[in-house]
């Protein structure tokens, strides 16, 4: 069966210091991966999307970058983070980009920036 | 350019009872999957129930069931016999041929009394 990763579960970093989150799929093969960002109360934004290794797209212009350097990596960056910047990071992954696969969750990363 | 709407930021139902939680959404996308996620307070997102669009039939998973209405382009999930543990944020998403990144819906609080 597959399962999703995310670590750290949860972050506490000052402003303009920099980020790394990192999500790990297991169980399967050449997965599409997507960061989305939940700020408190609302729903899920999209971040980044990728469809295969060193594919990444941006969905809205920010003060983060995204990275898949292995299959089944997708890690989240930014060298100085914003007070904005904080939330709850979820990682998630699906088969393909067919509009009836399922996409699962990871646990996320909530993120607070003091 | 895809939307979805949940006009309810909050319901409440008695335990035992059922309750429908309403979503409408908006796409020019021809082949498209509508998802309903629960949150609880942990964060994790927990897919629940999907249709497709071309889905003759209305989708249902346990106590979960999705009335579908295309014509009127809304994707209600019905929860039968609520218990307890079902007291949680749930989205609405919809997902289209665009590399497979889900939209999503504000989302509805619900709270379930003993």
């Known amino acids: 069966s597959q399962t999703i990763h995310q670590w750290p579960a949860t972050l506490v970093q000052p402003v303009g210091s920099p980020l790394s989150l990192e999500c790990t799929v297991e169980?399967?093969?050449?997965?599409?991966l997507y960061w989305y960002r939940q700020a408190a109360g609302r729903g899920l934004q999209l971040l980044f999307y990728?469809?295969?290794?060193?594919?990444i797209s941006s969905e809205v212009p920010q003060n983060l970058s995204a990275s898949r350097p292995q299959d089944r990596q997708f890690i989240l960056s930014s060298k100085k983070l914003l007070l904005s910047d904080s939330g709850f990071y979820l990682c998630?992954?699906?088969?393909?980009?067919?509009?009836?696969?399922?996409?699962?969750f990871g646990p996320g990363t909530r993120l607070t920036v003091l | 350019a895809q939307k979805i709407t949940q006009t309810q930021p909050g319901m409440f139902v008695q335990e035992k009872e059922a309750v429908t939680l309403d979503c409408t959404y908006d796409?020019?996308?021809?082949?498209?999957?509508l998802f309903w996620y629960k949150q609880p307070s942990s964060g994790e997102m927990i897919f629940l129930i999907y249709q497709g669009s071309y889905d003759q039939q209305n989708a249902t998973e346990g106590r979960y069931s999705l009335n579908f209405q295309k014509a009127r382009k809304s994707a209600n999930l019905v929860i039968s016999a609520s218990q307890l543990g079902d007291s949680a944020m749930y989205f609405c998403a919809i997902r289209g041929t665009s590399y497979g990144k889900l939209t999503f819906g504000q989302g509805t609080i619900l709270t379930v009394h003993p």
């Open positions: 169980g399967t093969s050449n997965p599409n």
């Open positions: 796409t020019s996308d021809p082949s498209y999957g």
């Open positions: 990728s469809v295969g290794i060193g594919q």
């Open positions: 998630a992954w699906s088969l393909t980009s067919r509009p009836y696969n399922k996409q699962f």
